[in-house]
């Protein structure tokens, strides 16, 4: 069988399975969705692939490939660092293989292989519940690199697809975004009057603070925002809808496409497709959390035939909402693992726990912030103070933190904090190690 012949079944197999789960997924949102037997079916076809596909990761980890997902080991980045060849399908004249980079705003950057897979109608899926209809258009904000010519003539924009769908028809690049640039950006918005906004928190946070503090209203009407690729906090999502006089949707995943999860409803709960991966979430000796309580995420990816992403660890953590019909609901998605704070004696703190937990009146009143730490027991905020800042919202955050995780807090002011190369905000800089 010829190459061009195989890599035409893979796109036929594809394109019917795009088909199967654009029908399938309209029941995702309803609370009497059932997806196990859809879920059960995609499952036994990507391991029965995987036994074909990487005979060398069955043979170090003694599998044979009767097992349960349950059984199979908990991997990360490391293990596909440390054996790159036993993560390599054999079968790379069957299926289109891309090379996809992620991790950079961690500092940890991991390089790995993706074969097509089903994000778009999964994508499609979200902006039909926001209440897409054809024409509308999207403005993507991401950290998109820009020349030099565009950026000096105050063009901090792209176009992106024409098609609008499913990542956006525009991409305004936070990278620029400064108190002085910020009025070119709501002009861009007033010229295109897109119908929705996705993209970073801490872009559209900012875009909002900057219309609140300048008195701006938009002169059309938003249907919605999607906020992607951060963690979001409460008080974002509040000020975001507050300012801008719409809803805000919550979007979860990764390069790695093996977890596709969005919010539908004001308690921006998660839920996760079924379709798209198996979702667990893990405590510390790699059991399943309890409904209610914290672990990181584990996924497998049910479409990523060009690495075997089975029972990966993201580094994220949630809070479990519990699983009916075969969907995931996380209540909250923290942030990273790595997102940890010491106390003097050495216990981990999360910081995301520590700031997603508690309602501070001081975030309404500062434009950006960041935590340095470089001494056990102790954090430095890095504050770019907005107009309202007092010596009332320093001292909020200095007693929470002594308060509720024994940190003492000191505080540097500062006209801006730089973002990562990829344009996202970074809010921990950790310096120490567990102890």
Same mark, same amino acid.
């Given at each position: 069988? $010829?190459?061009?012949?195989?890599? +035409? ?18 029941? =995702? ?8 037997? $859809? ?7 990507? #391991?029965? &692939?995987?036994?074909?596909? &990487? ?90 690199? #820009? ?29 620029? #975004?400064?108190?002085?640039?910020? $009025? ?22 900012? #875009? ?41 949707? =919550? ?40 409904? +209610? ?28 909402? $519990? ?95 730089? =973002? ?16």
């Amino acid at each position: 069988m $010829g190459r061009r012949l195989r890599e +035409g079944l893979f796109w036929l197999d594809y394109y019917l399975q795009d088909i199967w789960m654009r029908t399938a997924l309209k029941k =995702l949102f309803r609370e009497d969705a059932d997806f196990t037997r $859809g879920e059960a079916f995609l499952q036994k076809r990507m #391991l029965h &692939y995987c036994k074909k596909a &990487y005979p060398d990761y069955y043979r170090y980890y003694s599998l044979d490939g009767s097992e349960g997902l349950e059984n199979y080991p908990v991997i990360g980045k490391k293990d596909m660092q440390d054996h790159p060849g036993m993560f390599a399908t054999k079968y790379t004249e069957w299926i289109s293989v891309h090379a996809a980079t992620t991790g950079g705003s961690t500092g940890t950057p991991f390089g790995f292989r993706i074969s097509p897979n089903h994000d778009p109608v999964h994508q499609e899926l979200l902006w039909n519940y926001m209440g897409y209809k054809k024409g509308d258009k999207i403005v993507c904000i991401n950290g998109v690199a #820009l020349p030099q010519d565009k950026v000096d003539n105050h063009i901090f924009y792209d176009i992106l697809s024409p098609t609008q769908l499913p990542y956006g028809g525009y991409s305004l690049s936070c990278l620029y #975004l400064t108190e002085e640039s910020a $009025g070119y950006y709501f002009a861009f918005l007033e010229k295109i009057r897109p119908a929705f906004l996705r993209g970073y928190t801490s872009a559209v946070y900012r #875009l909002a603070q900057y219309a609140q503090q300048h008195d701006l209203t938009l002169g059309f009407r938003l249907k919605g925002v999607q906020l992607t690729s951060e963690t979001t906090f409460a008080y974002q999502i509040d000020y975001i809808e507050k300012v801008f006089q719409t809803k805000v949707y =919550l979007q979860y995943g990764h390069t790695e496409a093996a977890v596709f999860a969005c919010t539908y409803d004001e308690s921006h709960r998660y839920r996760c497709s079924p379709l798209y991966g198996h979702v667990e979430v893990l405590n510390e000796q790699g059991e399943h959390v309890k409904e +209610g309580e914290t672990g990181e995420v584990v996924v497998t990816s049910y479409s990523n035939f060009a690495m075997p992403f089975l029972r990966y660890r993201t580094g994220d953590l949630a809070e479990y909402g $519990g699983t009916k019909g075969g969907v995931v609901t996380l209540n909250k998605v923290w942030g990273r693992t790595q997102d940890i704070i010491y106390t003097k004696s050495g216990e981990k703190v999360f910081l995301t726990a520590l700031i997603f937990g508690l309602h501070y009146k001081a975030f309404s009143n500062i434009r950006k912030w960041k935590i340095i730490q470089k001494t056990y027991g102790e954090v430095e905020f890095l504050i770019v103070k907005g107009p309202e800042y007092s010596a009332k919202d320093e001292e909020e955050l200095r007693e929470s933190f002594h308060r509720h995780a024994d940190i003492g807090v000191g505080f540097q002011y500062v006209s801006d904090i730089a =973002l990562t190369r990829a344009g996202k905000s970074m809010f921990l800089e950790q310096y120490l190690e567990e102890r």
